[in-house]
């Protein structure tokens, strides 16, 4: 049993955030393994979402505001 997946912690090349889980796959950076957001951040590129979108998109599929600190 291999689950070895779930529990390595990563750390994102291009946006520096740790992350636990499956990487994905860059698509701008072959053979470069990125955090589900930056995976994200690349498909709606792709499909020319412009960044602002982006970050709003991303926010909500986490869910909250990302600028609103919750410490
Ligand atoms: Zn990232």
Request: hydrophobic share 25%; net charge neutral.
């Amino acid at each position: 049993m291999k689950t070895d997946n779930a529990t390595t912690v990563r750390t994102c090349p291009l946006c520096g955030a740790q992350y636990g889980g499956f990487p994905a796959l860059s698509r701008k950076y072959p053979n470069t393994h990125i955090c589900p957001d930056c995976g994200t951040r690349e498909a709606l590129e792709s499909i020319g979402v412009s960044t602002a979108e982006q970050e709003k998109i991303l926010g909500i599929i986490h869910g909250s505001n990302i600028h609103n600190s919750d410490r």
